[in-house]
T-cell receptor, first 112, second 111 residues
Framework: GQQLNQSPQSMFIQEGEDVSMNCTSS?????WLWYKQDPGEGPVLLIA?????ELTSNGRLTAQFGITRKDSFLNISASIPSDVGIYFC????????????FGTGTRLKVLA | DAEITQSPRHKITETGRQVTLACHQT?????MFWYRQDLGHGLRLIHY???????NKGEVSDGYSVSRSNTEDLPLTLESAASSQTSVYFC??????????FGPGTRLTVL
């Protein structure tokens, strides 16, 4: 099945550093979502993007809908230990179906 | 508070047995989804439903079935469990928007 390429797969960073991750696809998407999953729990929605070029923030998190509509980016500024987890992107090619393709995830570990 | 629950949280079964995983949501959401999560694959859609009596196949539906007899529940049945179905299963629900609320997951092991 179709998958999104998400990178990096994992990263260790120092507390206070900024983090960047991205997702790319061969398909054009109408919607991009970014989720975070803590160990032993289900994913929780962080940011939703609906328009090419859109830049949306949620606290220290900022996500962008790529101009080509085939990619999206998530930045975390001034990371803290509770940012640890797996971050997933998800994209939808058809508005109104609420069906999403998920990326393989970026595992983030923050060193205090 | 409204929530989405899954049971059991952990299940070990044998190859060939029928297994049913429960998903219950109290948000009165129309849309419900089942995913499996495996290393290297992220979340893959198994089945989904847009309302009572509606069910649809997702990307990896072979060997699985669902039924939607009411708004709150979407049980997932593995007709004859196979070792390839060892995975973590997540149920999610949403209203008529893009935010899906996920349950805590069920870890299934098929021996």
């Amino acid at each position: 099945g179709q998958q999104l390429n998400q990178s990096p797969q994992s990263m260790f960073i120092q507390e206070g550093e900024d983090v960047s991750m991205n997702c790319t696809s061969s398909s054009i998407f109408n919607t991009w979502l970014w989720y975070k999953q803590d160990p032993g729990e289900g994913p929780v929605l962080l940011i939703a993007l609906y328009k090419a070029g859109e830049l949306t923030s949620n606290g220290r998190l900022t996500a962008q809908f790529g101009i080509t509509r085939k990619d999206s980016f998530l930045n975390i500024s001034a990371s803290i230990p509770s940012d640890v987890g797996i971050y997933f992107c998800a994209g939808s090619t058809t508005s109104g179906t609420y069906k999403y393709i998920f990326g393989t995830g970026t595992r983030l570990k923050v060193l205090a | 508070d409204a929530e989405i629950t899954q049971s059991p949280r952990h299940k070990i079964t044998e190859t060939g047995r029928q297994v049913t995983l429960a998903c219950h949501q109290t948000w009165n959401h129309n849309n419900m989804f089942w995913y499996r999560q495996d290393l290297g694959h992220g979340l893959r859609l198994i089945h989904y439903s847009y309302g009572v009596q509606d069910t649809n196949k997702g990307e990896v539906s072979d060997g699985y079935s669902v039924s939607r007899s009411n708004t709150e529940d979407l049980p997932l049945t593995l007709e004859s469990a196979a070792s390839s179905q060892t995975s973590v299963y997540f149920c999610a629900s949403s209203d008529w928007d893009d935010e899906q609320f996920f349950g805590p997951g069920t870890r299934l092991t098929v021996l």
